[in-house]
């Protein structure tokens, strides 16, 4: 499947996180269950972006999906008065985060819809 240009902004925005948190493409590869050449194409916008993907920065880094969809709001959102880079190592939330991303997906792509009919 070919990315869209969403994705391919959201996988410039995965290598931003994972720069700043000082990462190589190894540890986001093995805890997203995702192939590190695989992982490199999401980021530099040759693959579509895998939902695995998206909700494992925001479980085990606290990433803030707003950002990484929209670009809007922090990068990271804080938990307990610490910052995600904090977090790492911590066990990520588990449940529907992946269902809940994906509502929030849609949502944001027909509020970018209506955006772009404005115009």
């Known amino acids: 499947m070919e990315p869209s240009d969403e994705e391919i902004i959201w996988g410039s925005r995965l290598r931003q996180i994972r720069k700043s948190m000082g990462l190589t493409q190894d540890p986001i590869s093995e805890g997203s269950g995702t192939g590190q050449s695989h992982l ?3 980021e530099l916008g ?5 939902m695995r993907v998206l909700a494992f920065y925001v479980r085990k880094y ?16 804080p938990s307990a008065g610490q910052t995600a880079p904090r977090l790492v190592g911590q ?3 588990t449940g529907g985060i992946i269902e ?3 509502t929030e997906i849609e949502a944001l792509r027909g509020r970018l819809d209506k955006l772009e009919n404005i115009k």
């Open 40 to 42: 490199s194409s999401m």
């Open 62 to 77: 606290g990433a803030n999906i707003n950002w990484l969809l929209t670009g809007e709001g922090e990068m990271f959102l």
């Open 91 to 93: 066990r990520p939330a």
């Open 100 to 102: 809940e991303m994906q």
């Open 46 to 50: 040759k693959k579509a972006i895998q």
